[in-house]
Nanobody, 120 residues
Framework: QVQLVESGGGLVQAGGSLRLSCAAS????????MGWYRQAPGKQRELVAH???????NYADSVKGRFTISRENNKNTVYLQMNSLKREDTAVYYC??????????????WGQGTQVTVSS
């Protein structure tokens, strides 16, 4: 149906930057909202950033001013530019995509997750 491939995670020093990408493919008619979530050890998964099909965005308070979400509709891809990274940003990051399939059904899909580790 829909496959999501994430890339861009890794190890970075505090204050550094990373850019995550998530590309959707499969039996897609249209992509609706896209977002990034993260889950740190022992914590619940939380929303990091969200972007609508029209380009409207919202962010978790903890990342406002440091992270930027964007999308390339012709590539069915969502990005998360992360600047001024802090140790508390360490987590597994998951992309989430709302898609309508060719036969009309709509659902949310999750990426496999990519590890982001910020060292001091």
């Amino acid at each position: 149906q829909v496959q999501l491939v994430e890339s861009g995670g890794g190890l970075v020093q505090a204050g550094g930057s990373l850019r995550l990408s998530c590309a959707a493919s499969g039996s897609i008619f249209s992509i609706n909202a896209m977002g990034w979530y993260r889950q740190a050890p022992g914590k619940q998964r939380e929303l990091v950033a969200h972007i609508t099909s029209g380009g409207g965005t919202n962010y978790a308070d903890s990342v406002k001013g440091r992270f930027t979400i964007s999308r390339e509709n012709n590539k069915n891809t969502v990005y998360l530019q992360m600047n001024s990274l802090k140790r508390e940003d360490t987590a597994v990051y998951y992309c989430n995509v709302g898609a309508t399939l060719l036969w009309g059904t709509a659902s949310d899909y999750w990426g496999q997750g990519t590890q982001v580790t910020v060292s001091s």
